[in-house]
């Protein structure tokens, strides 16, 4: 009963050692420029999305 004991206790301490770990690096504010490359890149990979799913011909057109 004592190894198991001290195994929960073990456990526990690494556990919220894991958790109060912090990053190494510090936080990149996003600049206009990079949040709206970003929002290109999702237009532009729902449009592909969208033209693949057109393009099939087993797949009906969505029906918005």
Known sequence: M?????MVTLKSKIRSLKIMK???YD????????RMEI?????RK????TLKV???PKSKAFAF
Request: glycine residues 8%.
């Open 2 to 6: 004592g190894l198991g004991r001290l």
């Open 22 to 24: 912090k990053p190494d």
């Open 27 to 34: 936080k990149v504010e996003k600049s206009e420029s990079m």
């Open 39 to 43: 929002r290109s890149r999702k237009a």
């Open 46 to 49: 729902l449009i592909e999305e």
């Open 54 to 56: 057109a393009d099939s």
